[in-house]
């Protein structure tokens, strides 16, 4: 498998992870020296910074942990919205019920002591019967923050396994998640701040194109 590189200097690779690879994959077919700068769950498609340096890796997780990277999805949920944008915010948590999942917790609920504050903005894109497709731009990093953010909200991301609901409709022909990491703003090590964007992979613009619209 050959990973689709969009971008590459001396420090950095900016590539287009495939749905169903995991990072540990990505780790494989990279040089021994390149690490990936951050994470994207296995089943979401889209960009990717490679650090090709120790100093590029951890210059860029700096970037990372102090929220100077922008970044936004493209995904499709269950369910329409009264509201065209929004913002959730909350803490996050691994389950008490099933450890492969994150969980949403209120401030002073039970249980909520010493997790992760998060936050995400969305904005409603197009409105289809049934469901929604939205922009998503997550301002903090947690593990399947925009998984379970949205699924908190009872709207599901379209072909999630693990936080869908019971009995949820997926659009006929979709064989994964439809989370797509669609953009990237960043300051390279170089000091030159740059965008990078990634378009819907044609597997999930064609269930777009089946859907109807409201």
Do not use: W
Request: aromatic letters at 6%.
């Amino acid at each position: 498998m050959n990973l689709n590189i969009l971008f590459e200097d001396a420090t950095v690779q900016i590539i287009e992870k495939p749905a169903g690879v995991d990072i540990e994959e990505v780790q494989h077919l990279l040089k021994e020296e390149f690490s990936p700068a951050h994470r994207l769950d296995k089943d979401t498609s889209g960009l990717l910074i490679i650090a090709k340096t120790k100093d590029a890796l951890e210059y860029l997780q700096k970037q990372f942990k102090e929220r100077n990277v922008q970044k936004t999805y493209l995904c499709l949920v269950e369910g329409n919205f009264t509201e065209d944008k929004g913002e959730i915010e909350t803490l996050l948590g691994r389950s008490p019920n099933d450890r492969r999942k994150q969980k949403v917790f209120l401030p002073g609920e039970p249980g909520a002591e010493g997790k992760r504050e998060a936050s995400t903005q969305y904005q409603v894109l197009k409105q289809y019967q049934g469901c929604a497709f939205l922009k998503v731009k997550p301002k903090t990093g947690r593990k399947h923050q925009i998984r379970v953010h949205l699924s908190s909200l009872n709207h599901p991301i379209a072909g999630d396994k693990l936080y869908a609901f019971k009995d949820q409709r997926v659009p006929e022909g979709l064989k994964r998640q439809f989370l797509h990491a669609h953009s990237l703003t960043l300051t390279l090590p170089d000091g030159v701040e740059k965008t990078f964007t990634s378009p819907l992979p044609k597997e999930l613009q064609s269930i777009l194109d089946n859907l109807k619209t409201l």
